[in-house]
T-cell receptor, first 112, second 111 residues
Framework: GAGVSQTPSNKVTEKGKYVELRCDPI?????LYWYRQSLGQGPEFLIY????????DSGLPNDRFFAVRPEGSVSTLKIQRTERGDSAVYLC??????????FGSGTRLTVV | QKEVEQDPGPLSVPEGAIVSLNCTYS??????FMWYRQYSRKGPELLMY????GNKEDGRFTAQVDKSSKYISLFIRDSQPSDSATYLC???????????FGGGTRVLVKP
């Protein structure tokens, strides 16, 4: 596609529920990143994929968070047993080689 | 202390003025520097990407990097109301791929 697509754009879930957030990167981009942005803050790194494998998952806050990219294109960020503190905008970005990253518009997650 | 510091603003300027933004950082491993613009409820949009110390110009935007002082700047000339947004600096090391962002500066250009 022309840009990075993220679905859903908004997600409201109850505390304790499981959620999946989807990212469709720019076609051909081998690198894919997930970031989390809280209100009034800059994005914080979660995980980086190069192809199908997670090359760096050091930003995942705990084992409730998991991400996959099984075919090297679309990625899914999975959050188990959601907590109110997980409420944030989850951003996905992709890149090809060097240079800057192209971000999607994000998924706004609200845990009530 | 955060690795990247950025004044949150808001910074309010009249239309046509020069907007001056900056970030300081503490990690000397950072080698690549970026500026992103983020409109409300949108993802960050890359404006400038620089590697070496010095100036880089692109249209109304000029990015400056001073690695010796660990200080980067973005200047926006002839500012327009459409420039009203949050501006984020970001940087990464040569070895890594993850970006470290500042907290963002909110800019308001008044007509």
């Amino acid at each position: 596609g022309a840009g990075v697509s993220q679905t859903p754009s908004n997600k409201v879930t109850e505390k304790g529920k499981y959620v999946e957030l989807r990212c469709d990167p720019i076609s051909g981009h081998t690198a894919l990143y997930w970031y989390r942005q809280s209100l009034g803050q800059g994005p914080e790194f979660l995980i980086y994929f190069q192809g199908t494998g997670a090359a760096d998952d050091s930003g995942l806050p705990n084992d409730r968070f998991f991400a996959v990219r099984p075919e090297g294109s679309v990625s899914t960020l999975k959050i188990q047993r959601t907590e109110r503190g997980d409420s944030a905008v989850y951003l996905c970005a992709s890149s090809e080689g060097g240079g800057g990253y192209t971000f999607g518009s994000g998924t706004r997650l609200t845990v009530v | 202390q955060k690795e990247v510091e950025q004044d949150p603003g808001p910074l309010s300027v009249p239309e046509g003025a020069i907007v001056s933004l900056n970030c300081t950082y503490s990690n000397s491993a950072f080698q690549y520097f970026m500026w992103y613009r983020q409109y409300s409820r949108k993802g960050p949009e890359l404006l400038m990407y620089t590697y070496s110390s010095g100036n880089k110009e692109d249209g109304r935007f000029t990015a400056q990097v001073d690695k010796s002082s660990k200080y980067i700047s973005l200047f926006i000339r002839d500012s327009q109301p459409s420039d009203s947004a949050t501006y984020l600096c970001a940087m990464k090391s040569a070895a890594g791929n993850k970006l470290t962002f500042g907290g963002g500066t909110r800019v308001l250009v008044k007509p």
